[in-house]
């Protein structure tokens, strides 16, 4: 039988039919947005997984330019140490963040280190796409991985060459963003659809009793901020975003080939037909023969091929109909009738909507 497709009924039967959702998980407000921010730099205080500096030269560099702005002259000495690792540093600038906050970063070895574990990120300035520093990031480094290793084995648990640092970085610059002086604001669908824009615009003209948000296409609703005679535009944005909404999905069924997990909308429909599906294994098997000359007698050993090919062919679940389907349970119980197993659903599901009759969007990752 195929669970895969109840378990998404059984976990929350409200899917069955999906209810309203806040506004602020449908749509991105214009504007306001995080920005990315990364960094180069080094960790020390590694315990022997450092960097190999032969197999990672740009590690010696990086350390020369730090000692040496920290007035230590290394200019001509041979220095290989194995306690440091060249890192790139990552973070997220959130919406209206102010100089003085903190944000977590998250660190990686780009070199050929073991682990990051037990070592300290040193500061490092972290750069937008603008070139300009908004972050400066340093401190302990958080890595949830262990390695271990013999002359003869070696085992690895989770991922050691990366890592965390809870609000390891320093916000030194601010987004020259002001969100008062708007005037006009855009909602941006993340699932672009006209009947969910439109009942977005017609929810928030509820919301004020007034034409304030008109729909400009699938994914566009654009808000008139002084149309809501709010205080701000904080205040309008405070008001509307916990608006209630009820999505229009798309039909539509995901396939995970690697995994077998498939899952199906709602609104996914199967026209009537017929499926048969069998299985058939070819097997090819090399069991060569020896044939050596008689004890005393001249001659020399030789090597006589022999394959045995053989198909075999499973009785498979012969032609089986699906009738038409109106619901989603309809279409479970009738590919349930298949008796088959997820990844024989995968191609059956596939079959069909080659037929045309699966009507949906058929996505496989």
């Not at 749509?27 to 205080?45: A, H, I, T």
């Given at each position: ?168 970085a320093r916000i030194e610059r601010e987004i020259d963003f002001e969100l008062s002086a708007l005037t006009q604001m855009r909602l941006a669908l993340r699932e672009p659809d006209f009947t969910t824009a439109g009942r977005i615009e017609n929810a928030i003209n509820s ?159």
């Amino acid at each position: 039988m195929i669970r895969v497709f109840v378990f998404l009924l059984l976990i929350c039967p409200s899917l069955a039919c999906a209810g309203a959702i806040r506004l602020k998980d449908l749509v991105d407000f214009d504007g306001v947005r995080g920005n990315d921010l990364v960094g180069y730099g080094l960790v020390v205080g590694l315990n022997g997984t450092g960097d190999g500096l032969r197999n990672s030269p740009f590690t010696e560099e990086i350390m020369s330019s730090i000692l040496e702005r920290l007035g230590v002259n290394v200019n001509g000495e041979d220095f290989r140490p194995k306690n440091v690792a060249a890192v790139l540093v990552t973070a997220t600038l959130p919406p209206f963040a102010r100089v003085g906050g903190q944000i977590d970063v998250t660190v990686s070895a780009i070199g050929d280190s073991k682990g990051l574990l037990g070592g300290t990120l040193v500061m490092t300035p972290l750069n937008a796409a603008d070139g300009q520093i908004y972050a400066v990031a340093q401190g302990t480094v958080l890595a949830g991985g262990a390695a271990a290793e013999g002359d003869a084995a070696a085992v690895v648990r989770g991922v050691p060459t990366s890592g965390v640092i809870p609000s390891g970085a320093r916000i030194e610059r601010e987004i020259d963003f002001e969100l008062s002086a708007l005037t006009q604001m855009r909602l941006a669908l993340r699932e672009p659809d006209f009947t969910t824009a439109g009942r977005i615009e017609n929810a928030i003209n509820s919301e004020f009793n007034r034409a304030v948000a008109v729909m400009r296409d699938s994914g566009t609703v654009e808000l008139n901020i002084a149309a809501t005679r709010a205080p701000s535009t904080a205040h309008a944005i405070g008001r509307i975003e916990n608006i209630l909404v009820e999505p229009e999905r798309k039909a539509r069924v995901v396939v995970d080939q690697r995994s077998g997990t498939i899952v199906m909308g709602r609104d996914v429909r199967i026209s009537r037909v017929a499926v048969s599906q069998g299985n058939l294994t070819l097997r090819v098997e090399e069991a060569p023969i020896a044939i050596q000359p008689n004890p005393f007698a001249r001659g020399e050993t030789v090597v006589v091929p022999r394959t045995v090919a053989d198909i075999e062919e499973d009785e498979g679940t012969g032609l089986a109909e699906i009738p038409d389907a109106t619901t989603l349970s309809e279409v479970v119980a009738g590919l349930n009738a298949l008796g088959v197993s997820p990844r024989d659903m995968i191609d059956i599901l596939k079959t069909i909507k080659a037929a045309g009759a699966l009507h949906a969007e058929f996505v496989v990752r």
